[in-house]
């Protein structure tokens, strides 16, 4: 049976709906439909997850992060995004003034050395008993903070 948030995903047409299938172990492994935590993507592609993310969870704060400017759907509202390397410290520092952050989902380069940068960064800003997910080739792997 395909849960709701493969159903909303698929609506916006975002491949961790249409490509990955992701969606299913987001729901079994993230916070329900009443999270009000505060929800960090980095890499956003065409804001359709950013989207997906909103309506799924209308009451968290729904925050994206991209180090290329993007073009993102014009019916996607209620989500803030910003530009920057999460690589970075300098960036990352300015980017924890939104945490702590309950979720933080890394879908940027898929690279080793950069998920890496990235998650030392950011665990600390990650609140205690929050999730860390991040991609390695086609397969997802979660954290518990």
Not at 39 to 63: C, H, K, V
Not at 68 to 77: E, F, I
Not at 79 to 85: K, S, Y
Request: hydrophobic share 35%; charged share 20%; proline share 5%.
């Amino acid at each position: 049976m395909t849960g709701l948030l493969q159903q909303i995903g698929e609506q916006w047409g975002t491949d961790k709906a249409t490509y990955h299938r992701y969606c299913d172990f987001y729901q079994d492994h993230l916070p329900g439909r009443d999270f009000t935590g505060v929800m960090l993507e980095i890499g956003i592609m065409d804001g359709a997850s950013l989207g997906m993310w909103r309506e799924y969870w209308p009451q968290a704060t729904i925050l994206g992060v991209d180090n290329v400017h993007r073009n993102l759907p014009a019916r996607l509202r209620g989500v803030m995004t910003l530009l920057g390397d999460a690589t970075d410290p300098e960036f990352v520092e300015q980017l924890a003034q939104y945490g702590p952050f309950d979720v933080i989902l890394d879908d940027a380069s898929h690279q080793t050395g950069d998920q890496q940068a990235t998650f030392g960064l950011l665990w600390p800003h990650l609140q205690p008993g929050g999730r860390y997910i991040y991609f390695e080739g086609t397969y997802a792997n979660t954290f518990s903070g």
